[in-house]
Nanobody, 127 residues
Framework: QVQLVESGGGLVQAGGSLRLSCAASRHTFSNYAMGWFRQAPGQERKFVAAISWSGGRTSYADSLKGRFTISGDNAKNTVYLQMNSLKPEDTAVYFC????????????????????WGQGTQVTVSS
């Protein structure tokens, strides 16, 4: 069983930046993808970004391109989400997830593709 632990959330003013981290426990998956999703109160969980663990492919929600950057550190089994120029509408709980059955090159943006999930970390952007 893979465990994912997010960190780095918090309260930030509009225009500020945060970097979220997601540490994955040791596993034997050889070809997988990691993703970030977010869920605001009263809304469904939405795709933010994804990255393949081998090959370095990335995918972003169209509305977030240019502000958010996903990256990974294989040695640390950690994926990051750098969020810049934050807006109040970015306020949400951010979840990382792992897609074990990833088949290149398509990075899935549907939450149903991801088999493992973290507990989430709260990001609040004040105006």
């Amino acid at each position: 069983q893979v465990q994912l632990v997010e960190s780095g959330g918090g309260l930030v003013q509009a225009g500020g930046s945060l970097r979220l981290s997601c540490a994955a426990s040791r596993h034997t998956f050889s070809n997988y993808a990691m993703g970030w999703f977010r869920q605001a109160p009263g809304q469904e969980r939405k795709f933010v970004a994804a990255i393949s663990w081998s090959g370095g492919r990335t995918s972003y929600a169209d509305s977030l391109k240019g502000r958010f950057t996903i990256s990974g550190d294989n040695a640390k089994n950690t994926v990051y989400l750098q969020m810049n120029s934050l807006k109040p509408e970015d306020t949400a709980v951010y979840f990382c997830a792992l897609h074990q059955q990833y088949k290149p090159p398509y990075l899935c943006s549907r939450s149903g593709c991801y088999e493992y999930w973290g507990q989430g970390t709260q990001v609040t952007v004040s105006s």
